[in-house]
């Protein structure tokens, strides 16, 4: 997962959480991944730029 929200930085919750189900088959919830993510201490950070440049492509 460590790996994934490095190369995803930019991801909502639920896009993890459907990005782990691809790559395991496990699905997990979003409060799940919020507190994996949390106890980590893995950070997600927004950058608003890229989600709205990303979303209208």
């Known amino acids: ?9 930019d991801y909502t919750l639920a896009e993890y959480c ?12 979003e409060s799940t991944m919020c507190r994996f993510l949390q106890k980590q201490q893995l950070t997600v950070k927004k950058n608003i730029s890229q989600r709205s440049s990303r979303s209208s492509g």
């Open 1 to 9: 997962i460590a790996e994934m929200v490095e190369q995803h930085q």
């Open 18 to 29: 459907e990005s782990w189900q691809e790559k395991t088959g496990v699905r997990v919830s």
